[in-house]
């Protein structure tokens, strides 16, 4: 009897456009029955992913894969139209058929932040350090009061999010409150990669950490740790590339942070459960989707629930940029 083939393992690159802005998605798919993928694929969640970015499939993918992303919306990418860029990115020396920008050009060093834009991104990281520390909501709001930018920012997501029943939040304290301290965590996290005006890579950075926090919170799950476990996953993921962003070493970032160990074991030593999924993370980053699949059965975590993690986080990630953007 033949062994059974396994389900083939997806993965999402999110591709920025010419300028940089991450806007479409090229799915990677590994070896196996591509006809086991077809449920995921007439799913409502990753039905929605096309509805949020341009999306792609390589030309190679298997014929029955390929008419079903079509019915989803997703399209072939063009010969010529997707290109790679492992340095900074210089949108003048692309080649004029590429529309789509993939690679590690957003890992380069940062340009240097004017006064305000590094002002209030400093603000942020003291926030976070404050809600990190589990501060008083007054020692938060003294802060907030601070940055216009973030105090508007953080009215305007309290606001859309309707946690008030239905009245409108004008304070920072009554923000603070209905808002609560874990989706205040997330929402600072994504308020560090907000984009900046003379740093392109900024919003790339967003999607990727999103990617990750989401991802890694999922896994965890499906790993079968606990609540505190997984929120640490998403914390870790959120805070993988701080270094990259502030061009710094991340110890030099995270030295301030009231972190927990297993958080700092992973980001600084990838050591522990959360080291070992953001590792498995960074490998299908690269690629490797072999590597993956086989960490994944020393994991026990089945692919099934690898792929469906990808499509939420990529869901996810989605949502994070448009909250960014002030476009939610």
């Not at 874990?182 to 907000?194: E, H």
């Not at 790993?223 to 996953?233: C, F």
């Not at 089945?302 to 940029?321: E, H, I, S």
């Amino acid at each position: 009897m033949n062994a059974t083939i396994p389900v083939p393992l997806v993965f999402f690159r999110v591709l920025g456009d010419r300028t940089g802005k991450p806007a479409g998605l090229l799915i990677d798919a590994g070896a196996g029955d591509a006809a086991a993928l077809l449920p995921l694929f007439g799913a409502e969640p990753f039905e929605a992913l096309s509805g949020g970015f341009d999306c792609f499939y390589r030309p190679q993918i298997a014929p029955a894969a390929a008419l079903a992303l079509q019915d989803a919306g997703w399209k072939e990418m063009a010969a010529g139209a997707l290109c790679r860029a492992d340095d900074r990115l210089e949108p003048d020396y692309l080649p004029p058929a590429a529309a789509w920008v993939d690679g590690d050009w957003c890992m380069a060093p940062p340009p240097k932040a004017t006064g305000p834009q590094a002002a209030s991104r400093a603000t942020a990281l003291q926030m976070v350090q404050l809600v990190s520390a589990d501060a008083d909501t007054h020692e938060i709001e003294a802060l907030l009061r601070r940055d216009p930018t973030l105090s508007y920012n953080l009215l305007r997501l309290v606001n859309s999010l309707g946690v008030a029943g239905g009245r409108r939040i004008t304070s920072f304290s009554q923000a603070l409150l209905m808002l609560g301290r874990q989706q205040l965590r997330r929402w600072l996290n994504l308020m560090l990669f907000a984009a900046r005006q003379n740093d392109v890579r900024s919003a790339m950075l967003l999607a990727r950490v999103a990617m990750r926090a989401r991802a890694l919170e999922l896994l965890a799950r499906s790993r079968g740790l606990d609540k505190n476990t997984q929120d640490q996953g998403f914390m870790a993921g959120m805070f993988s590339l701080l270094g990259v962003l502030f061009g710094m070493p991340l110890t030099e970032v995270l030295a301030p942070l009231a972190l927990g160990d297993a958080v700092h074991a992973a980001l600084l030593r990838r050591e522990g459960e959360l080291g070992t999924l953001l590792m498995l993370f960074e490998r299908a980053e690269r690629g490797d989707l072999e590597g993956v699949a086989a960490q994944l059965e020393a994991l026990q975590i089945p692919r099934q629930d690898f792929n469906q993690a990808m499509v939420d986080a990529a869901g996810w990630m989605q949502g994070a940029l448009r909250e960014s953007q002030g476009n939610a």
